[in-house]
């Protein structure tokens, strides 16, 4: 008879760690946040802008493992109303984590905006925010996420970069986004080094061009971009969230405890060519 079982091995098992992901309430952060459920983690925190989204994602993902079939024993999935821009939203949020589970293991630093403008055009004020979001606040995440694993003998930081860190997206214009994650990217490699010996372990997970709900409203009604984006893509296709979710569990789980500074593309072959 042959067992119907599922199986890995061990070291992808995120059982007993305390995960965090911020941006957790929808699009790539929600599909992380699932991951790791399914992964048998259970102690898991969702930050997002509103706590009534951070609540919904939490519940969300309680209803689908239990329709699924995971068992709930132990399960401990709680939101947190964070602004990822603000050092006292972040210290606020870490310091809440920490009371409630004493420690934190791995953490996804997924939050992040994308705007199409012409660089000639760009809002000021737009541009500062995205930076705000996207460097100040994985920058934030990791320092606070680091605050806490340390004392704990480490963990790993997950930094959502982008392929848009090594090449320049067309036809769509997007430079201040793009030179974002090439701070991200950069950033990650630097705490990476500055704290290899400390047992905290810095990764860069890189998309490449994903059908998120943010995606699918840049396309709405622009076949055509879409139809260039696919081109553009060695695999012909864009990304499904969960096509991103193995790789942020192997960077955020034992499987990768010899790592630390890599940069994951998953990409779908675009930077290959």
Same mark, same amino acid.
């Given at each position: 008879?042959?067992?119907?079982?599922?199986?890995?091995?061990?070291?992808?098992?995120?059982?007993?760690?305390?995960?965090?992901?911020?941006?957790?309430?929808? =699009?790539?952060?929600?599909?992380?946040?699932?991951?790791?459920?399914?992964?048998?983690?259970?102690?898991?925190?969702?930050?997002?802008?509103?706590?009534?989204?951070?609540?919904?994602a939490a519940k969300e993902l309680?209803?689908?493992?239990?329709?699924?079939?995971?068992?709930?024993?132990?399960?401990?999935?709680? %939101?947190?109303?964070?602004?990822?821009?603000?050092?006292?939203?972040?210290?606020?949020?870490?310091?809440?984590?920490?009371?409630?589970?004493?420690?934190?293991?791995?953490?996804?630093?997924?939050?992040?905006?994308?705007?199409?403008?012409?660089?000639?055009?760009?809002?000021?004020?737009?541009?500062?925010?995205?930076?705000?979001?996207?460097?100040?606040g994985a920058y934030l995440t990791?320092?606070?996420?680091? /605050?806490?694993?340390?004392?704990?003998?480490?963990?790993?930081?997950?930094?959502?970069?982008?392929?848009?860190?090594?090449?320049?997206?067309?036809?769509?214009?997007?430079?201040?986004?793009?030179?974002?994650?090439?701070?991200? /990217?950069?950033?990650?490699?630097?705490?990476?080094?500055?704290?290899?010996?400390?047992?905290?372990?810095?990764?860069?997970?890189?998309?490449?061009?994903?059908?998120?709900?943010?995606? /699918?409203?840049?396309?709405?009604?622009?076949?055509?971009?879409?139809?260039?984006?696919?081109?553009?893509?060695?695999? =012909?296709?864009?990304?499904?969230?969960?096509?991103?979710?193995?790789?942020?569990?192997?960077?955020?789980?034992?499987?990768? /405890?010899?790592?630390?500074?890599?940069?994951?593309?998953?990409?779908? %072959?675009?930077?290959?060519?």
């Open positions: 008879m042959i067992s119907t079982q599922k199986r890995t091995l061990p070291c992808f098992s995120m059982q007993d760690k305390v995960c965090l992901v911020t941006g957790g309430a929808r =699009g790539l952060g929600l599909e992380f946040a699932r991951a790791f459920v399914i992964s048998g983690c259970t102690q898991l925190v969702i930050l997002d802008l509103k706590q009534a989204e951070a609540d919904s309680l209803d689908s493992a239990r329709e699924n079939g995971i068992d709930l024993t132990g399960l401990d999935l709680i %939101g947190i109303e964070c602004d990822v821009a603000s050092e006292e939203s972040v210290k606020i949020a870490f310091d809440q984590t920490r009371k409630r589970f004493g420690r934190v293991d791995a953490v996804v630093a997924s939050a992040g905006i994308v705007e199409n403008y012409p660089a000639l055009e760009y809002p000021f004020d737009r541009a500062r925010k995205l930076f705000d979001i996207n460097v100040h990791a320092r606070e996420a680091a /605050k806490v694993m340390i004392p704990n003998g480490g963990g790993s930081i997950v930094l959502v970069a982008s392929m848009s860190a090594s090449i320049v997206n067309v036809p769509q214009p997007q430079t201040p986004y793009n030179a974002s994650k090439a701070a991200v /990217k950069h950033m990650a490699t630097s705490l990476a080094i500055e704290w290899a010996k400390t047992g905290v372990r810095r990764h860069n997970s890189s998309p490449g061009y994903t059908l998120t709900k943010l995606t /699918k409203t840049i396309l709405a009604g622009k076949p055509e971009l879409k139809e260039t984006w696919e081109r553009l893509t060695p695999i =012909g296709r864009l990304a499904e969230p969960e096509d991103l979710a193995g790789a942020v569990v192997f960077l955020a789980s034992d499987a990768s /405890k010899f790592m630390t500074g890599t940069d994951l593309l998953i990409d779908g %072959g675009y930077c290959a060519i």
